[in-house]
């Protein structure tokens, strides 16, 4: 830290070098003779180029000159170094003006922030439907022929798709640290970031990739019990070829992560647009005309991930970042990425590990149960994604609102308000939309009337469950933002382990039914304690730090 040097005063003995040069009494050669040594400043001034301060006051009488103040603004470590502070202003000022330019969303009415909200979060919504979507293209097209080869989707889809959300603490990193590089205006911290988390989304890619071809049948066996051990075959075909996908999946999704960090979510979606384009005619292709089943549809998906990985490093290579280096991080760096994604690993690793606990019940009820509990968990996944923009819009804006130069807790209560009313009515039209398709169109799944009727038996605690989980996700992602991290994971961990339980006790006594009331009641227990944590006096929306406030109050004024 540079020290500062107090004000210099000249004595006013000093008057006695004006007598030896008199020419000095004049302003005009005052000022054309400053650049020739004056001989009562130290030595050490005189080694490096000076410029006097702005606030430097200069008094001349007819006999001498007077120095009352000289103000030294910065000072360098051995104090002979006299700087202005010009240019430290001047990137206040632009600070300020940056910083004012940020919460345009904050300041409108909450009717505009609905509509603002909805326009940012519809490109972000595609982004969370493909990956599902083609999931359920797989459900709708391999139901047509084989209810053996559907009810082999549920335990295969957890191996494929649940697991792969164990990294997504990966995809939050990437946004977090490149959004941060981004707003300090560094290209080459975001240049390092996204090189680092491409090379550790590639080494976790190839350890999955390793893992499902040396664990994929044993774990799949495991998970099915003795029962179903006829659907082991077409469930490890599906995840053997889908597994090979698993080094460009992870990429694809540091690279996607990456744009979104960048407020680009137009990027991505082409990408997935196009992969699920692929998906589709690669399932019909393969395995209506060609008759190849449940391997078509894996190779399908397979293929539609990878062009999908391509195109999302290709949009960042567009923008000028290089995204085929890899660099491999430091100890710090990855203790960094740890600590930033561990309580959201934790809290992803939660939802994974309750519906996984779903499937397992699920899949001891027999292979029509099975068949009917895969499209309607299928069905409910596709649905719940259409609230995860909701959570991305909170991670984008609440933290200025916040933390931020401008911050406003009361702002950022508007805006959460904001995002719960589009998470409740877009909620309810999910819950109404996404129970009459397998109520009146389930034909579309499959034609098995067992099945069929196993899944009308669900529909509503599948309604119950499904409506709840927009709104949540408003609230998650608001704690998220707040970097309420430690409450979150802890309450995600306290659902699981409650609501294992009660999935224990109603599965036991009520079949699939009582797996979608569990269900339901997990979600609305995620709702209620996240509600109950902003709505709190001591919550990240009510704290009012009067020290951060009064410093932040400053820095814009």
Same mark, same amino acid.
């Given at each position: 830290?540079?020290?500062?040097?107090?004000?210099?005063?000249?004595?006013?003995?000093?008057?006695?070098?004006?007598?030896?040069?008199?020419?000095?009494?004049s302003s005009s050669s005052f000022f054309s003779n400053l650049?020739?040594?004056?001989?009562?400043?130290?030595?050490?001034?005189?080694?490096?180029?000076?410029?006097?301060?702005?606030?430097?006051?200069?008094?001349?009488?007819?006999?001498?000159?007077?120095?009352?103040?000289?103000?030294?603004?910065?000072?360098?470590?051995?104090?002979?170094?006299?700087?202005?502070?010009?240019?430290?202003?001047?990137?206040?000022?632009?600070?300020?003006?940056?910083?004012?330019?940020?919460?345009?969303?904050?300041?409108?009415?909450?009717?505009?922030?609905?509509?603002?909200?909805?326009?940012?979060?519809?490109?972000?919504?595609?982004?969370?439907?493909?990956?599902?979507?083609?999931?359920?293209?797989?459900?709708?097209?391999?139901?047509?022929?084989?209810?053996?080869?559907?009810?082999?989707?549920?335990?295969?889809?957890?191996?494929?798709?649940?697991?792969?959300?164990?990294?997504?603490?990966?995809?939050?990193?990437?946004?977090?640290?490149?959004?941060? +590089?981004?707003?300090?205006?560094?290209?080459?911290?975001?240049?390092?970031?996204?090189?680092?988390?491409?090379?550790?989304?590639?080494?976790?890619?190839?350890?999955?990739?390793?893992?499902?071809?040396?664990?994929?049948?044993?774990?799949?066996?495991?998970?099915?019990?003795?029962?179903?051990?006829?659907?082991?075959?077409?469930?490890?075909?599906?995840?053997?070829?889908?597994?090979?996908?698993?080094?460009?999946?992870?990429?694809?999704?540091?690279?996607?992560? +990456?744009?979104?960090?960048?407020?680009?979510?137009?990027?991505?979606?082409?990408?997935?647009?196009?992969?699920?384009?692929?998906?589709?005619?690669?399932?019909?292709?393969?395995?209506?005309?060609?008759?190849?089943?449940?391997?078509?549809?894996?190779?399908?998906?397979?293929?539609?991930?990878?062009?999908?990985?391509?195109?999302?490093?290709?949009?960042?290579?567009?923008?000028?970042?290089?995204?085929?280096?890899?660099?491999?991080?430091?100890?710090?760096?990855?203790?960094?990425?740890?600590?930033?994604?561990?309580?959201?690993? %934790?809290?992803?690793?939660?939802?994974?590990?309750?519906?996984?606990?779903?499937?397992?019940?699920?899949?001891?009820?027999?292979?029509?149960?099975?068949?009917?509990?895969?499209?309607m968990v299928q069905t409910f996944v596709m649905c719940t994604?259409?609230?995860?923009?909701?959570?991305?819009? +909170?991670?984008?804006?609440?933290?200025?609102?916040?933390?931020?130069?401008?911050?406003?807790?009361?702002?950022?209560?508007?805006?959460?308000?904001?995002?719960?009313?589009?998470?409740?009515?877009?909620?309810?039209?999910?819950?109404?939309?996404?129970?009459?398709?397998?109520? %009146?169109?389930?034909?579309?799944?499959?034609?098995?009337?067992?099945?069929?009727?196993?899944?009308?038996?669900? %529909?509503?605690?599948?309604?119950?469950?499904?409506?709840?989980?927009?709104?949540?996700?408003?609230?998650?992602?608001?704690?998220?933002?707040?970097?309420?991290?430690?409450?979150?994971?802890?309450?995600?961990?306290?659902?699981?382990?409650?609501?294992?339980?009660?999935?224990?006790?109603?599965?036991?006594?009520?079949?699939?039914?009582?797996?979608?009331?569990?269900?339901?009641?997990?979600?609305? +227990?995620?709702?209620?304690?996240?509600?109950?944590?902003?709505?709190?006096?001591?919550?990240?929306?009510?704290?009012?730090?009067?020290?951060?406030?009064?410093?932040?109050?400053?820095?814009?004024?």
């Open positions: 830290m540079a020290s500062k040097l107090p004000s210099l005063i000249l004595p006013r003995s000093l008057n006695t070098y004006p007598r030896q040069n008199p020419n000095l009494l650049h020739q040594p004056l001989h009562f400043f130290p030595p050490s001034l005189l080694k490096t180029k000076t410029t006097l301060p702005s606030n430097l006051r200069l008094t001349t009488t007819h006999h001498h000159t007077r120095f009352l103040t000289a103000r030294v603004i910065r000072g360098q470590q051995n104090n002979d170094d006299i700087l202005t502070s010009t240019e430290e202003e001047g990137k206040d000022e632009e600070s300020v003006r940056e910083g004012e330019k940020k919460n345009e969303l904050a300041e409108q009415s909450i009717w505009n922030q609905i509509k603002e909200i909805v326009a940012f979060t519809g490109p972000a919504t595609g982004l969370w439907i493909c990956g599902p979507l083609m999931s359920l293209i797989d459900t709708a097209v391999i139901g047509q022929g084989s209810s053996i080869e559907l009810a082999a989707l549920g335990p295969a889809t957890v191996v494929c798709d649940y697991m792969s959300y164990v990294f997504m603490f990966l995809s939050i990193a990437t946004s977090n640290m490149v959004a941060t +590089a981004l707003a300090k205006q560094d290209r080459e911290e975001v240049q390092h970031h996204i090189s680092v988390l491409l090379f550790i989304g590639l080494a976790c890619g190839l350890v999955m990739l390793l893992f499902t071809m040396l664990f994929g049948a044993p774990i799949l066996t495991a998970f099915t019990g003795p029962k179903n051990a006829h659907v082991v075959s077409a469930a490890n075909t599906y995840v053997q070829i889908r597994g090979l996908a698993w080094p460009a999946l992870l990429v694809g999704w540091v690279a996607q992560s +990456a744009s979104l960090g960048m407020k680009d979510s137009w990027g991505p979606l082409k990408a997935l647009a196009t992969a699920s384009i692929i998906n589709g005619v690669g399932d019909i292709l393969l395995c209506t005309y060609l008759g190849y089943g449940i391997a078509g549809a894996a190779w399908a998906t397979m293929a539609s991930q990878v062009v999908a990985a391509y195109m999302m490093i290709q949009a960042l290579n567009n923008k000028g970042y290089n995204a085929y280096a890899f660099s491999i991080p430091s100890g710090k760096e990855l203790l960094t990425i740890l600590g930033l994604a561990a309580p959201v690993f %934790l809290t992803l690793m939660s939802k994974v590990a309750f519906y996984s606990l779903l499937i397992y019940f699920a899949t001891s009820m027999g292979t029509h149960t099975m068949a009917a509990h895969q499209v994604v259409w609230g995860e923009p909701l959570s991305q819009t +909170a991670q984008s804006f609440m933290p200025e609102l916040i933390y931020g130069v401008n911050r406003s807790l009361s702002k950022a209560r508007l805006l959460l308000r904001s995002l719960v009313i589009i998470g409740g009515t877009l909620g309810f039209f999910l819950g109404i939309v996404g129970t009459c398709v397998p109520w %009146l169109f389930p034909y579309i799944f499959t034609h098995d009337q067992v099945v069929i009727q196993e899944m009308h038996k669900v %529909l509503v605690p599948y309604f119950v469950g499904l409506a709840v989980t927009p709104p949540t996700h408003s609230l998650e992602g608001t704690l998220m933002a707040g970097r309420d991290l430690n409450f979150i994971s802890l309450s995600m961990t306290g659902c699981l382990c409650l609501g294992a339980l009660v999935l224990w006790f109603l599965s036991s006594r009520y079949g699939l039914q009582g797996c979608w009331i569990a269900l339901a009641g997990f979600q609305w +227990a995620r709702f209620a304690l996240a509600l109950r944590r902003l709505l709190s006096p001591n919550g990240i929306l009510y704290l009012e730090d009067l020290d951060q406030h009064e410093v932040q109050k400053l820095r814009t004024t």
